[in-house]
């Protein structure tokens, strides 16, 4: 079946350090991936996405490699602010199926 | 433009009582979806609506029923309220159909219903 997992949280980094959030997959076919964020008390935005193998996502910052060989979708920023404390979640959907798959999410604080 | 809306923000039920939950979008998307968001399980599918007048199960529809009243509103509806639906309910909305590759829309988040079942 489909699945992905997240690195367990919480993480706490000081302003300025390196992010990795790890996220690995399970999927039938050829997923697109996802990273949305849920700041405190909000919906989940779209932070980036990936719809094929090699396609690198990004925004605000923020990077993520679609990696088929490793099946991984990993997040990194290279410098992170107190603004970017939140949750981040990893997600899928199986171009074969009709089902969005999220992980558990990792909490991220950034303390100045 | 105030994208997903959801009402209410807050819900305490007693075991066996019933609500709905609204939801409505300004944006003119096809598809619309309700979530379950519980501690250590990240958010579930419960129900998505491709389009006007369709509805699908997701992968934890047990226990409720949704309506997609016209494009702009998804409902769900809990009949008998159970101390395991506690969760925060969050709905959303994409631009293209569901299963036409409208799942790799992006989707819009409302900012969610804490329902708590008592």
């Known amino acids: 079946g489909n699945s992905v997992t997240q690195m367990e949280g919480p993480v706490t980094l000081s302003e300025e350090a390196f992010l990795t959030i790890n996220c690995t997959y399970t999927a039938t076919g050829y997923p697109s991936l996802f990273w949305y964020v849920q700041y405190p008390g909000e919906g989940l935005q779209l932070l980036l996405k990936?719809?094929?193998?090699?396609d690198k996502g990004s925004n605000k910052g923020f990077e993520a490699t679609y990696r088929k060989e490793t099946t991984s979708f990993h997040l990194e920023k290279g410098s992170v602010q107190v603004s970017d404390s939140a949750v981040y979640f990893c997600a899928l959907v199986s171009n074969t199926g009709n089902q969005f798959y999220f992980g558990t999410g990792t909490s991220l604080t950034v303390i100045p | 433009n105030a994208g997903v809306t959801q009402t209410p923000k807050f819900q305490v039920l007693k075991t066996g009582q019933s609500m709905t939950l609204q939801c409505a979008q300004d944006?003119?998307?096809?598809?619309m979806y309700w979530y379950r968001q519980d501690p250590g399980m990240g958010l579930r599918l419960i129900y998505y609506s491709a389009s006007e007048g369709t509805t699908d199960k997701g992968e934890v529809p047990n226990g409720y029923n949704v309506s997609r009243l016209n494009k702009r509103e998804f409902s769900l509806r809990l009949e008998s309220a159970a101390p395991s639906q506690t969760s925060v309910y969050f709905c959303?909305?994409?631009?293209?159909?569901?299963?036409?590759?409208?799942?790799?829309?992006?989707?819009?988040f409302g900012p969610g219903t804490r329902l708590t079942v008592l």
């Open positions: 959303a909305s994409s631009e293209n159909p569901a299963g036409t590759g409208g799942w790799t829309d992006t989707q819009y």
């Open positions: 944006m003119n998307h096809n598809s």
């Open positions: 990936a719809t094929k193998a090699d």
